[in-house]
């Protein structure tokens, strides 16, 4: 059994995943492969999974690295799964450009990496990369299943699914965390056990469409009931705002709750982030520029945390929730296990179009992931989905087609990015961010 981790150097999201594996039995005996383009955090990746291996695991898995696209081949070939964390141009200088750019044109955000002006620049500097994946991927490892954790997801995940023979799944965190963390939020923790829920949407605007506790007890007017009244108390300066504005307020104007969290959401539409109306910053909580101070400080955490693992070797490791090992093991062991995935829309989300990647409920086993059809999204649920759906397919469209019209469109329909900027700023804008870019992007025309 062959594990390739494609930008290992992510080290704390690698030490969790193939960690993961080393508790799982049916791994211990694994070969691991890591794969960068960055040697120090290549080897520091390799020094820490080297100590968990023999704290946790005997030291009975096999960890081989390959640096550099040279030895990109080799670290696929004869992969039985491909688990793929890469980030194209880093936090300096890419993701800075993506922010302070934007910035220039009035154009503010919090995290930039999945929709808005952002994750367009992000999608397009991955998309290529992915395509080399791909192709050494269908001559070294063609029956592998691609594991991807990388955003933007819908755009990425979509363009695999559509454009490569890989076979794909999308993970993402929000889905595993959106019930519970709705109900600690509103002090409802004692519904937590025995919960059941569903799902659906696209990647991080997926909807908690339902949710019952242990007995069967819908709980969703109460859940409505505490959020509408929680959000009205802060607004009314009662109880100190919270980290979870926008979406509550999604429950008051929609009717449900979404995925992921409302630092992402409030990008994700035309209703918050409003240069005309800077109090909403205020109103809701919204933390512009969150993204560059999270990379700032993991950055700065991971260097004390590695010096602190590499001093003394006693690194350990417990399987956690992440879904990458409970996957791998369910088509391995033919054990079922219960997933969101990020696949193509083939008939699942009736209301919502054929090419865009949804998120759904998705059953794994030996036969490979199979999603549950869902049926129609509520009528204002699946236009919200559109909204993001629209610059999702043309910023593809920009990827496979290197036109740079699609890129402009993108912009143009992103809606945030439309509803501050005039086309002819969205149009000099994208300009500059290609300019700068350079060669971390291909060659539009």
Sequence with gaps: MKITFMGAGSTVFARNVIGDCMCTPCFRDAEFALYDIDGQRLKDSEIILSAINANVNESRAKISTYLGVENRKEALKGANFVVNAIQVGLYDPCTITDFEIPKKYGLRQTIADTLGIGGIMRGLRTIPVLEDFARDMQEVCPDAWFLNYTNPMAILTGYMTRYTGIKTVGLCHSVQNCSRGILRGLGMEDKIEGRYDKIAGINHMAW????????????????????IEK???????????HDDMVRYEYIRRLGYYCTESSEHNSEYNMFFIKDKYPEMIE????????????????IAGWEKERDEILADGKITHERSHEYASYIMEAMVTNNPYKIGGNVL?????????AEACVEVPCLVDSSGVTPCHIGKLPVQLAAMNMTNINPQLLTIEAAVTKKKEHIYQAAMLDPHTGSELSIDEIVKMVDELIEVHGDWMPKYH
Excluded: M, V
Aim: aromatic share 6%.
């Design 208 to 227: 908690l469409l339902e949710i019952h506790d242990k007995d069967g007890n819908d709980l969703y007017p109460e859940i409505r009931r505490r959020a």
């Design 231 to 241: 959000n009205d108390k802060a607004l009314r300066g009662e109880i100190e705002k």
């Design 345 to 353: 829309n083939t008939g699942l989300i009736d209301n919502l179009p």
């Design 283 to 298: 109103k809701y909580n919204i933390p512009l520029d969150e993204y560059p101070r999270r990379c700032i400080a993991q």
